[in-house]
């Protein structure tokens, strides 16, 4: 079975991730941009300057399409594919570098545990119905 990426939803099914990106209102350049960086990731293809660790199993993608900059936070589940947590993007003001916004983080932890969490329960539960 092919990897792909799952999209993260809170624990009572809302979309928060595919609001997130439909909030970025993409351009078509952008888009095009963030489905080959996605793609790299599946394939193993990234390069070093396009993901940074952020650790316990934490993953930032980093996307510069001119004007604005794109975060996207993963990680990746065991056997299936990466589960995106949360997209964000930046306008780009001036020419140093833009450093991500630590909240920004802090909500892709939380939403990670929560999965995890969720995931755990599931297991759970399949394994009573035994």
């Known amino acids: 079975m092919a990897k792909a990426w799952e999209l993260y939803r809170s624990s009572v099914g809302a979309e928060v991730v595919r609001k997130e990106i439909d909030k970025c209102d993409l351009k078509k350049h952008e888009s095009v941009r963030l489905a080959k960086i996605m793609e790299r990731a599946l394939t193993g293809e990234l390069l070093p300057r396009d993901r940074k660790p952020l650790g316990d199993g934490l993953w930032e993608l ?33 020419t140093q570098g833009i450093k991500t916004d630590p909240v920004d983080i802090e909500t892709a932890r939380k939403r990670l545990s929560e999965w995890q969490n969720r995931q755990k329960g599931d297991d759970l539960a399949a394994e009573a119905l035994k």
């Open 62 to 94: 980093r996307l510069n399409c001119g004007e604005r900059i794109f975060r996207l936070f993963y990680s990746e589940v065991p056997g299936e594919g990466p589960l995106l947590l949360a997209l964000k993007f930046i306008n780009k003001k001036s």
